[in-house]
């Protein structure tokens, strides 16, 4: 679980589009800061790179302390948009969170350990990239580990498997698969054809060709022999 990322965020008083593109020429992204029920939806701007950081490391579960004239409020991102074209920041949505209260995130699954099953000649394949627990919001953890150094070939292994942190409950299908070692596939001429798959020949197999060719000239002509020098028109 990382720390929460602190966050300077100023209140907005202009509005529209204008304002919204010199806030992003100054290093700033519009945001809104959803109420809790004590209070109206605050508009704000907040530092692009941090969040854009805190995003693309530590994902949507990061959790901010915003700081604010009206004082410091605990929130995490539910909502972000980004220039389709750019990939940069248009706006950022945040919720305030109850560090008491248990929620439900969705935190992705990553792969540790060798399978032996791959040792053996198998494929590993990781079905399942992300999982939902509910946990409280400073437990979130970053990621799930499963560990496949058990996993053998023609085997599976479930999300029960996963290594979930103390204090977090799984909400997903714990029977559901989330990594299988296969044994790999093999493709035929036959399937390429039916595929429509054409394998060029590389220059040294078509040098090797116009050879072959040369030499079946050569033979039969040696075969064919001269012509009969006194056979009659």
């Known amino acids: 679980m ?3 990322v602190e966050l300077k965020a100023r209140e907005r008083e202009g509005r529209g589009k204008n304002d919204a593109r010199r806030l992003r020429v100054s290093g700033f992204v519009p945001a809104v800061l959803y109420s809790d029920g004590s209070e109206e939806n605050v508009v704000l701007a907040v530092p692009d790179r ?3 950081y805190t995003l693309t490391h530590f994902g949507d579960n990061a959790l901010y302390d915003l700081e604010r004239d009206g004082g ?3 929130a995490r991102v539910v909502d972000v948009q980004r220039n389709p074209v750019s990939g940069c920041l248009i706006h950022v949505d945040f919720a305030p969170v109850d560090m008491t209260e248990r929620i439900v995130v969705t935190v992705p699954v990553a792969i540790t350990g060798e399978s032996p099953g791959v040792d053996e000649g198998g494929v590993l394949q990781q079905v399942a990239y ?7 919001p400073g437990n979130i953890p970053q990621e799930v580990e ?5 996993l053998g070939l023609n085997e599976n292994l479930t999300l029960a498997d996963l290594s979930i942190p103390e204090g977090a409950t799984l909400i997903s ?3 559901e698969v989330a990594a299988t070692v296969t044994p790999p596939t093999e493709i035929t001429d036959e399937d390429m054809e039916a595929a429509g798959i054409v394998e060029e ?3 040294e197999e078509e040098a090797a060709e ?3 060719a040369a030499e079946d000239a050569q033979t039969s002509d040696e075969e064919t022999g001269p012509a009969d020098q006194n056979a009659q028109p």
């Open 2 to 4: 990382a720390e929460n």
């Open 50 to 52: 941090v969040v854009d």
């Open 72 to 74: 410091t409020t605990t």
């Open 130 to 136: 992300e999982i939902e627990l509910e946990t409280l």
């Open 146 to 150: 499963l560990d496949v150094s058990r």
């Open 173 to 175: 299908d714990p029977e």
């Open 201 to 203: 020949p590389s220059d």
């Open 210 to 212: 116009r050879e072959e």
